[in-house]
């Protein structure tokens, strides 16, 4: 397969060639790349949902911590990660590319063959999308998903007395960014961790599946980290709540591989970006952690509760701590909102 190379294609070429690449976007897409917009009819009794999302170099990633192809995955993922958290099926995505005019040939190639993949896996077509000159790569993405009606996941939906729940392990990626920034890559562990940096895995399925349950009613990926993201949550809910941090999910070898790299473990827990698991509140008599981790297909961990408080506590086995010295108390409960 010829490379993609701006400078002999142009830019006709190279959409022709990522079109080729894309293939038939499926009978729900009327219109795909090719014209002057795409084409897709809605279905009754589902919403749409809509997000974007941007990656600049030298702001949201360097090649000297990336490559093309893990990039190429992780643009699509971080938009599939906020789809999934609405509990929304992804339908298809549009690319604005935005490459500088001496961009690798190669690096774009497997930029693309990233992205496709991840596309391919998440069954999420390219419909469409820019291609344009600039200063240095510009990746943004716009994903399309759909939910039945009504039952978008929503940050102001937990309510006192419901469960706090997440997916998979934290801290990881932050770990991970950590290492690859230091050239520290010499043992299989930190390999790991820089590999959940540079190519995470979003539960995408969890969300729909909660959904179709009935289990859920409020949801949010954590990109910005734990205590960032359940803010939200507590913002828009006008809630508080306690979490237990011993029940916060580490991968195994974490605190140890934290230690040696200098950092504090519950820090990088808590505020450590870029997890994209998937955060969700549950009611007190939903299944247990156990039975949730059966059904969803992913480990789900118990972390909290959430309150009446407006306030976020901490909990070291059901002792209080404060924590307030790391700056991780302070968050603006905005009293329950509801647009619709
Ligand atoms: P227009 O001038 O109407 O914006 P373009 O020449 O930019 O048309 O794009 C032609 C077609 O190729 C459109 O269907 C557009 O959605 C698609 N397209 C352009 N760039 C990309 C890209 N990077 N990835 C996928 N599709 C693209
Ligand atoms: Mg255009």
Redesign the pocket.
Known sequence: MATLDLNTLG??GL?EA??RR?GDPGRRWRRG??????VLRPVQGRDLVFTADALSEGVHFRWSTTDGRSLGRKTLAVNLSDVGAMGARPLGF????GLPVDADSRRIDAFVTGLLDEAAEARCP?I????VRADVWNLSVTAIGEVEAGGALRRDRARPGDRICVTGTLGGSALGLRLLEAGSLDSRAERRFAKLHQRPHPPYEVGPKLVRAGLAACAIDISDGLVRDLGHVLEQSGCGAELALERIPLLSGFRGECERAGCDPEEMALSGGEDFELLFTVAADAPDAERLTKRLGVRVSDIGVITRTGRLDFFRKDKRVSLANKGFEHFKPLGPRSDK
Do not use: M, P, S
């Open positions: 830019e006709f959409i990522v079109r894309a790349i090719g014209d002057d917009a795409a549009l690319l604005c590319l390219l469409g999308g820019d291609t």
